[in-house]
């Protein structure tokens, strides 16, 4: 709303509640004016039988025929020209204060005098309808108005969500002018922070995936050589530092998956995979590496449910949840698997037989990196965060806590579109 119509909208509140109170005064001076009337009738009808007791029943008479309206103001224009009606009449009125005339108990009173101008309360009745239309008209214009600009600042917040850039809102003058302008200068910052954090996020990834890249001449040349020392000179040490050149080769592939991940290039083929397909076959490859820790995999069968993922990389995340449970258990223990499904999400859970996550371990499980204090030499810090990224790219989340009969276990929900 502009200004043009907030002084509409004023002048139509004014005029209806002027016009109510105008009506509303006159039925009340009205109501006013047939009392004083009234009594004025009384007492002079009274004066009349006490100075002439014989007049009764010619009062009834001229009660039953006369219009009283215009004997009233007959009454009052004459002002009781004669003086002894008067003063008796004043007298009567002091010691009874109108409380009881002879007309009343003839069964006459103000309602059936007639002594009202119909006009006046026609008046008063049009113009308390005009008020009360006028008000609610008014009361309903700026109403629609405001749900207009709150429709419009609404619509534009929900472009502005949708991705939406360079929108602008038309200027306005009107009690919504300040919240117009602080939501136009709250989106312009978002927006530029929001830049900011890409290019940030960008420059991240780029870095990230050079020195990956240039892992790798070093990385190949050590194995070449160790390869050599092997062959030729039987070194027993040369195994040990082929397990770290591996170690390092799983670093290299996870810094580029990492950096993809961050710069929003990997890319997901997503279909319906029943949940028990993916937990079997990251048994599958798994298998070997628990039995050699002597770790049984517990994978049940629980019913078809179906989930939309990319099965080959939500099976790499169920893996490093399964290692990770194994790692924490010891020999002749299992890891155990289990799913369920209501009208939100599927979820499934992978849990140990070990001791559990340490308490000041678990707000950090899913940092980059992040290892616990009581982590062994076998892991880098980069496999949970790696499944929490594949997970909530897809429609996803988890969570780890510790059960209650100890054992550590993670919750992987995926939500139904």
């Not at 900011?196 to 050079?210: P, V």
């Not at 069968?301 to 099965?311: A, Q």
Request: aromatic residues 10%.
């Amino acid at each position: 709303m502009n200004k043009k119509s907030n002084r509409k909208i004023t002048i139509l509140f004014v005029l209806s509640v002027s016009l109510l109170v105008a009506a509303i005064t006159t039925y009340l001076l009205t109501l006013y004016y047939r009392q004083v009337c009234y009594h004025i009738l009384g007492g002079f009808c009274e004066s009349m039988m006490e100075n002439n007791p014989d007049s009764k029943q010619a009062v009834l008479e001229l009660l039953k025929t006369q219009d009283f309206h215009m004997t009233s103001e007959n009454i009052l224009s004459n002002k009781f020209d004669n003086h002894v009606i008067a003063n008796k009449f004043d007298n009567h009125v002091i010691a009874n204060k109108f409380d009881n005339h002879v007309i009343a108990n003839f069964g006459y009173y103000p309602s059936n005098l007639g002594i009202m101008d119909t006009t006046v309360l026609w008046i008063a009745t049009l113009s308390f309808l005009t008020g009360g239309i006028l008000f609610l008209f008014s009361f309903w214009y700026w109403h629609r108005k405001s749900a207009a600009r709150i429709q419009a600042l609404t619509g534009y917040l929900e472009k502005i969500n949708t991705g939406a850039q360079e929108l602008v809102l038309e200027s306005s003058d009107d009690e919504f002018s300040k919240l117009q302008d602080e939501i136009y200068k709250t989106v312009t910052e978002l927006y530029q922070t929001r830049e900011e954090a890409l290019r940030a996020r960008n420059n991240f990834a780029e870095n990230l995936s050079n020195i990956a890249h240039q892992l790798k001449t070093p990385i190949t040349s050590i194995s070449l050589t160790v390869q050599m020392a092997k062959a030729h000179l039987g070194d027993t040490r040369a195994t040990e530092i082929e397990c770290q050149i591996n170690r390092l080769l799983y670093l290299e592939e996870a810094l580029l998956l990492l950096s993809r991940i961050d710069a929003g290039t990997l890319s997901f083929d997503r279909k319906p995979t029943d949940v028990f397909t993916i937990l079997s076959l990251a048994s599958d490859h798994l298998y070997e590496l628990f039995m050699h820790k002597g770790v049984l995999m517990d994978v049940p069968e629980m019913g078809e449910m179906n989930i939309h993922v990319d099965l080959n990389w939500t099976m790499e995340a169920v893996m490093n949840l399964m290692k990770n449970c194994m790692e924490a258990t010891g020999i002749d223990t299992a890891v155990h698997c289990s799913y369920e499904k209501n009208p939100l999400y599927v979820q499934i859970r992978i849990w140990d037989e070990g001791e559990g996550f340490a308490k000041e371990d678990l707000p950090h499980l899913f940092e980059r990196f992040y290892r616990g204090e009581n982590a062994k030499n076998t892991g880098i810090g980069i496999g949970l965060s790696l499944s929490k990224s594949i997970i909530e790219m897809q429609n996803g989340i988890i969570r780890a806590f510790n059960l209650p009969n100890s054992g550590a276990c993670f919750e992987i929900r995926f939500y139904i579109s």
